[in-house]
């Protein structure tokens, strides 16, 4: 047993560990599993031939050692020695038992809000942390697959590309499918880390089969800095703690007025554009037979662009009406809906939520459904008359939002927004208000 440890590990490292079976075999480097022997403790022995050094893809043990060196954090490996002969370096480091999220999402498919709110904080102390150090490191290389999951703890492995941050280092990146803008274009830059982190979050919250979570969109959509997501996620997690009955994202809301020519269509464009501005991936969807929005402003306006039955337009994403003969097969996307129904109140009341649309002429504003009183809708008068709107709110003994009148529906204005949050909030999309 001796000699065989003599063979694998050094001499100097054999005095202190065991040899208990090889994990991981090639032509560059071997990977042991060992036993210290006054603790009694597993760790892995990393074998990584010096003929192999300067090749980088294939020798990220040894730059990785040197990067752990002097890390010490409780969701980053533990490198315990390193030690070398005339032609190998060998590195101790923790051994972690258990699985990496990629392989999780494979067998069990899906993860909850919670625990992805949970591995959310741990990835970016984990940054918080590697960015503030005296001389900052950029990991590079975020991913599901470095994303370890061992008896509850999480931990971020693989620091074979990360980099100290001392001038213009090149940028390295894996996966081209988690890479940045930044990185595409050869810039290291700790900002990446963020993006790439944000990439793999999203990909687990799609895998899951909970309701969409307006907050939790929000987080993984809008670019927050290090700092601010780190917070929103542990007020996210706080929160779900506290309140496990909160309403989640409904999936459709109904844009709905009580007469024609009054915008009904205009302000549905324009929440959709709101949403997905704020990070809430959302499409118009037209349910009348009469309209087609899309196709004639597409006809007017070659900006537009489509993409599988979807119509872009800066913020905007709008579902193109699909035919009888391919309506079966066609899938919607994922994402919330904000359906303009014209004035058909009875096909609104089907949704989840209601935008309610009523008429500043004198003669319509009697005309007011029964869904104007409803907890779920939220009343808006267009044009703006401030007269007719007291007296509304005084009959539906609810608050009434008067919409800014604008030319572009697309545009995002700041009374616009100040409004549209309002309007958002009214809705109760989420399971508390936008911060």
Request: hydrophobic share 35%.
């Amino acid at each position: 047993m001796k000699e065989a440890i003599q063979i694998n590990i050094s001499e100097k490292l054999s005095e202190k560990y065991e040899e208990v079976r090889v994990i991981y075999e090639s032509t560059a480097s071997l990977v042991v599993l060992v036993r210290h022997v006054k603790l009694d403790h597993e760790r892995i022995i990393k074998r990584v031939a010096k003929s192999s050094y300067d090749m980088v893809s294939e020798s990220g043990s040894v730059r990785e050692a040197l990067i752990l060196l002097n890390l010490r954090h409780p969701n980053i490996p533990i490198l315990y020695d390193l030690d070398e002969d005339e032609d190998y370096y060998y590195i101790v480091e923790e051994y972690i038992v258990g699985e990496s999220m990629a392989d999780y999402l494979y067998l069990h498919q899906s993860i909850s809000h919670s625990e992805l709110i949970r591995i959310a904080i741990v990835l970016y102390d984990v940054l918080d942390y590697l960015h503030n150090l005296k001389t900052p490191i950029c990991y590079q290389d975020v991913k599901l697959e470095h994303i370890f999951l061992s008896n509850g703890r999480i931990v971020l492995i693989d620091y074979g590309i990360a980099t100290y941050l001392k001038g213009n280092e090149h940028a390295t990146y894996a996966t081209l499918s988690y890479a940045s803008d930044m990185q595409l274009n050869g810039k290291c830059d700790t900002s990446s880390d963020i993006y790439n982190t944000k990439v793999a979050l999203k990909r687990i919250y799609d895998s899951g089969k909970q309701k969409r979570d307006f907050e939790i969109e929000r987080l993984l959509n809008v670019n927050n800095n290090l700092s601010a997501a780190k917070e929103k996620s542990k007020w996210l997690l706080l929160s779900d703690k506290k309140d496990t009955t909160s309403k989640h994202l409904d999936s459709k809301v109904a844009v709905v007025g009580n007469d024609k020519g009054i915008g009904v269509s205009h302000i549905a464009i324009a929440l959709t554009c709101y949403l997905n501005n704020i990070g809430i991936v959302s499409y118009y969807q037209e349910f009348t037979d009469d309209e087609n929005n899309i196709e004639k402003l597409m006809l007017r306006d070659k900006s537009f662009n489509e993409r599988d039955n979807i119509i872009y337009h800066d913020c905007f994403k709008g579902i193109r009406q699909v035919g009888e003969a391919v309506e079966d097969k066609y899938s919607p996307p994922k994402g919330l809906i904000i359906g303009d129904v014209g004035t058909n109140v009875s096909l609104a009341m089907r949704f989840d939520a209601i935008v309610y649309v009523i008429s500043s002429r004198i003669y319509k504003s009697n005309e007011i459904d029964d869904i104007a009183s409803n907890p779920n809708t939220v009343v808006i008068i267009n044009p703006k008359s401030i007269g007719v709107g007291v007296e509304v709110a005084k009959l539906i003994g609810k608050r009434v939002y008067s919409f800014p009148i604008d030319e572009d529906p697309f545009a995002i204005t700041k009374t616009k927004d100040k409004v549209l949050s309002q309007i958002v909030k009214r809705l109760n999309l989420g399971r508390a208000q936008i911060i």
